[in-house]
Each structure stands twice: as C-alpha cells, then as structure tokens.
C-alpha cells in the first residue's frame, strides 16, 4: 500500500481544511486568522493519527474532551504551506473537499506574502474562509468581522 | 495517485462493513442475513462514490432521503467475497475498522459455506455481527434474534 494515496483517501474521508477568526485587540487589524489542517479519530484509532504526524513531520494530536476524540492538527504556517498543501498537490483529494482545500491554499499563500495584516486584503480572506466548510458552525459572524475592518 | 491505496483510506474514514438481520417467516430459520458494504456521500462528491463502483465492477449507488446522501453498496455474497473482500486483503485498514472487516470476511466466508442456514451456526453469525459497529443502532435485539433460534 502507498501510504500518500491512503492518506489522501482518509482525509478525503475525515479531514478537515478550515480558516478561524480571533479577535486580537493587539493586532493591528483587530483580527487574528488561523489557519488549521486537522484529521480527528477514536482512542482506538490513534495510531493511524500518529502515522500521519510522522509522515508530515509536523503537528501535534490532542485529546478534545467535548466529543472524546483525538485530533492531529497542523496550525503551523510554514508547515502547512511546506509540508501539508504539498502533499495534496502531489496527492489530489478526490471529493467536494478539495474546493475547500483550494480556497485553504489560497489564503495560506495570502499570509504567506503578509497581506493578512493589511484590513483591505484581511477581508477578501474572510470573505474566501467563509465560503469553506459552510456545514460548520462560526464563533463570529461575517458581517462582524468586516465591520471590525472598517472602524 | 495508486487509486487502491487512496480507496482504502477512504474506507477506513467514511466505509461501513455491516450484517443486519431480516425476520423472514419464509425461512427455514426464520432469519435473514444482510451483509453489506457502504460508501456514503454528499451529492457533490458523488463522482467518487461512481470511481468505486467502477473500481469494484459490482455495486449499486442510490439516494438516502433520511439524511439527503447517495450511498454506494455492494450486497451480493459472489461480490463481497471476490471483490470487495480480496480488495482489503490486498491494501488493509489502518483504523480500528480493520476489526469490523475481520468479523465481516468471518460471516461472508460462513455464509459461502451457506452454514446461515443452520439455527446453530446462524446463532454464532448472529453474535459475531452484534460485537461489529457498536455504535450503531439495531432494528431487534441480539437476544430477540437468538430466542427465534431456539424455538
């Protein structure tokens, strides 16, 4: 078995691309974006988790105590866009997943050049984050977030 | 991409490896057995539920209303044990599902030898299936099941 085509599957499976918003009162946007690559299983599946952090050589896993699962997550910048967003470039997912890895993509490489720190570019970044995952749930509102960016 | 390897990454996130049961008065133990295996998707990523049935050469895809998915399955016993079963033999489970596939290829293999058909070993069928998916739920008991035996 090649263990990139497994992963692939398996995260086309059970893996999560998504892009979150903090309010930073130090930031000077007043906004904090994480982006974040995690895949979560039972106890009785943590092994599988710990051969995905050996294979990208990044991340960590946690227990989440909410819904009793472990989650291997790679929050890192550098890791995602060297080590994470290379591995489905080579291995492309094949499910609706991968629009959300795209826009995943796109806003790495916006933070990658810095552009998160200027409130115009900040907002095209919420406005493409919130058009990933929309069956999950948000802490903030869109419209609050873009609010926050034009005081 | 190795499609074999990624297929059963897939599998071990999103598979099912199911036997359910069937009171069948028609029966000579009054019981049916079910085996099946699924693949359940949203309908935007119904193209890959297709490659696996391709993949397979067995199967059949169709809509789920309860929760508004398409669910690939393959319940034929001929294609189960000589094309979906040799598949994970050849590139295995890395999650806690390999133990479902193991009692699963256990009841397909009794099954072949058509041994269902005997109140004795169908009892035994029965309990192998009721320590597989244990999250599920369960249309009759174990013990309702076993009691129709032993009339």
């Known amino acids: 078995m090649e263990f990139g085509s497994y992963l ?6 059970e893996g999560c ?7 930073r009162s130090r930031f000077s946007t007043g906004i904090e974006v994480r982006p974040s690559f995690s895949v ?12 995905i952090q050996d294979y990208f050589h ?3 896993i946690r227990y989440c ?17 060297q080590k994470v967003i290379p591995h489905f470039k080579m291995y492309p997912l094949q499910t609706a997943k991968r629009f ?7 806003i790495c490489q916006m933070m990658k050049q810095n552009v998160h720190l200027n409130k115009k570019a900040l907002a095209s970044i919420i406005e493409i984050a919130y058009r990933m995952n ?14 926050l960016l034009t005081r």
Not at 17 to 23: G, K
Not at 40 to 51: G, H, I, N, P, T
Not at 134 to 147: H, Q
């Open 134 to 147: 929309l069956a999950g749930t948000r802490r903030n509102s869109k419209e609050k977030l873009l609010r």
């Open 58 to 60: 990044c991340g960590g």
């Open 8 to 13: 692939t599957g398996f995260v086309d499976g």
């Open 100 to 106: 959300d890895f795209e826009k995943f993509e796109q």
């Open 17 to 23: 691309f998504s892009v979150s918003f903090n309010l």
């Open 65 to 81: 105590s909410n819904d009793g699962t472990y989650k291997f997550e790679v929050r890192t910048l550098s890791d995602l866009t």
């Open 40 to 51: 979560s299983q039972k106890k009785y599946s943590l092994d599988v988790l710990k051969r």
